[in-house]
């Protein structure tokens, strides 16, 4: 029997299998594929065969990453959530994508990371938790240098992070958009009809964060929530797919000791914490010894040092 296809993703927090869109869009996909995969949910990008997340490690074709890469390749294995699709369904599936990715990613994008009371108050907080010692002191701003260098790829190079208009039409747009996914929903269970397609998974990717994370300020979120029939989208997706599996849990402290952690954690990483931690707190208490006075450095003269050693020499020789 083959070895099973293994995701590497980003674990879940806030109710949510995962606290990141472009992972949790993968895990949906495959829950409505019905691709069998193996799915490590970690805390370190680091531990990812490629160095990012989400990352799908294969039998054949080594490791894809990219969120649309990994989803053409699970189409590639026969598992497709867009099989029954009629060709006026496939065309109206890329077009809502289009308008999810110039409207609501970059209003997402900025909620989460450009802002900057949620960044330092809720986003940076969150990972720098979550990631061990000491990666957590850099590869959180790597990440925000990233979605910042997206949303200026989305949006182009007229966009400034500084200008308060620019970012109102951010806003303005997204909520436009959100508006005609609920029109266009109306009062189905899925996009289009009774089962799940891939639009289904974006759409999801990009709401449920909004739904269920609490920010500092989310200006999504108020909007979203006038708009029940997105919101019992999202619920629905959340019973049906993941809780009954436990991949929806409730917000945990990232550092409390579980059996997923031990689990997501390899032996050698977390001797190499313990080994920088003793490090860093030796330091710091030479520091603190030094500053307070407890241990101070004096100058001797070399005639006092001479002295001092040959009285030394000479109770060594009294001794013998």
Not at 154 to 172: A, C, F, N, T, V
């Amino acid at each position: 029997m083959a070895a099973p296809m293994e995701l590497y993703c980003w674990k879940g927090d806030a109710g949510l299998p995962s606290v990141d869109v472009d992972c949790l869009a993968v895990l949906t996909y495959a829950k409505f594929s019905g691709a069998p995969l193996k799915v490590h949910k970690i805390s370190n990008p680091w531990r990812s065969p490629s160095g990012y997340l989400p990352a799908l490690k294969t039998q054949d074709d080594g490791v894809v990453f990219q969120t649309n890469r990994i989803i053409t390749h699970l189409r590639k294995q026969k598992y497709n959530a867009d099989y029954d699709l009629s060709a006026k369904q496939g065309a109206d599936t890329l077009a809502f994508m289009s308008l999810m990715e110039e409207k609501l990613l970059p209003a997402l994008i900025h909620s989460f990371w450009i802002d900057a009371k949620n960044y330092v108050e809720y986003t940076r907080k969150w990972y720098a938790e979550a990631i061990p010692f000491p990666l957590n002191f850099f590869i959180p701003n790597q990440m925000h240098k990233r979605h910042l260098e997206r949303l200026q790829l989305i949006r182009g190079e007229g966009w400034r992070e500084d200008d308060e208009s620019l970012e109102k039409q951010l806003y303005i747009d997204a909520q436009e958009c959100m508006t005609l996914l609920s029109q266009r929903l109306g009062t189905q269970k899925f996009f289009f009809g009774d089962s799940p397609a891939s639009l289904d998974a974006y759409v999801f990717s990009y709401l449920a964060p909004i739904m269920n994370t609490k920010l500092p300020s989310n200006k999504l979120q108020q909007h979203l929530r006038t708009l029940n029939n997105l919101c019992q989208y999202c619920t629905s997706i959340l019973s049906i797919y993941f809780d009954c599996n436990g991949d929806g849990l409730p917000r945990v402290l990232p550092r409390t000791p579980t059996a997923e952690a031990q689990e997501s954690e390899d032996e050698p990483h977390k001797r190499r914490n313990q080994i920088l931690s003793v490090l860093v707190g030796l330091v710091a208490m030479i520091g603190y010894a030094m500053l307070s006075g407890i241990v101070s450095i004096q100058r001797v003269e070399n005639g006092n040092a001479l002295n001092q050693g040959n009285a030394m020499e000479d109770n060594e020789d009294e001794d013998e």
